[in-house]
Structures are given as C-alpha cells and as structure tokens.
C-alpha cells in the first residue's frame, strides 16, 4: 500500500470540512443558520458530505490491503 494513502484518507474528509466551512463563511446565499457548529442545520449538512467520503476511502485502504495480502 502506498504510504501517502492513510494520509489522503484522513486529508479528504478534512479538506470537504474545510470546503463546507469556507462556503458557509463567504457564500451570502447559505442558510445563515447553519454557520454555528452547536445548530442542528449544521450537522444536517455535514453528515450526508462526510459519512459517504469516510466509507468510500474506507473501503479503499480495506482493499489496498487485501491486494496486498494476496500478491
């Protein structure tokens, strides 16, 4: 496996936060309510971004050690 990978599957989460963060600060149509890290709007636009990144790069570093266990 290559050694970079643990790192991207932490960074990409992270830089989709970042993006999320970023848009919520600069972008004027963004529900203003959903700028607060303790609103539940905030969550609810959070999860759907995050949970489906998590599991993909998950399921990448899973497989990357299969095929290097069996080769």
Do not use: Q
């Not at 290559?2 to 599957?9: D, E, I, N, T, V």
């Not at 936060?17 to 149509?29: H, I, P, Q, R, V």
């Amino acid at each position: 496996m290559a050694p970079w990978l643990p790192a991207l599957c932490v960074l990409v989460p992270l830089l989709g936060l970042a993006g999320l963060l970023y848009s919520a600060s600069t972008d004027e149509s963004f529900p203003r309510g959903c700028t607060s890290a303790s609103s539940v709007c905030f969550y609810s636009l959070l999860l759907p971004v995050t949970i489906p990144v998590y599991i993909f790069f998950h399921l990448w570093t899973w497989m990357g050690i299969k095929l290097f266990r069996h080769n």
